[in-house]
């Protein structure tokens, strides 16, 4: 029987940084209507406050403890054999893709990845759970990553399909 590694590398040590401001839009956006509908209608100044409260502990959840918590999680590696991934916040899902069943590779870099320099790595297996995603990694660790992967399923010959 063959031991499966359990995955051991972090994501960029931004990543939580990432996590944090791409959760802060939204909730800022609910806060600026919060404070537009207090300025349009005062009254029942309860229902505001209750508002502001529920907001407030969203943000404290969304934008403080689960970037951190999602970056004690997750996890990935990589070696001859497959494609290892753990991820998740509450609900925490590891995943194996061999390499005989990678059919692509592909990087993806959003506004913010851009500007903080990170990019995420998504291999398309033939598989039907879907494609296993490597995220938040530096730059060139996802470069890095990608051309190993490259080379590893090169060196395999399998047809995935």
């Known amino acids: ?13 931004k990543a939580p940084l990432v996590w944090a ?12 209507g919060q404070v537009v509908w207090l300025l349009v209608d ?3 100044w309860w229902w505001h406050a209750l508002a502001a409260a529920g907001t407030l502990l969203g943000i404290v959840v969304f934008v403080v403890v689960v970037p951190w918590w999602r970056y004690r999680v997750h996890r990935w590696d990589v070696d001859p054999r497959a494609v290892y991934t753990r991820t998740g916040w509450l609900t925490q899902e590891r995943r194996i893709a061999p390499i005989s069943r990678v059919q692509t590779v592909d990087t993806e870099r959003g506004p913010l990845d851009r500007l903080f320099g990170l990019a995420n790595v998504t291999v398309t297996t033939a598989s039907s759970a879907g494609a296993v995603r490597i995220v938040a990694l530096d730059a060139d ?12 399923a090169a060196l395999g010959g399998e047809d995935a399909t």
């Open 21 to 32: 401001i791409g959760a802060a839009i939204p909730w800022s956006v609910l806060a600026l």
């Open 141 to 152: 660790v996802a470069d890095g990553v990608v051309a190993r992967l490259t080379d590893i």
């Open 42 to 44: 005062p009254r029942e």
């Open 1 to 13: 029987m063959t031991d499966l590694l359990d995955p051991a590398n972090k994501p960029s040590r």
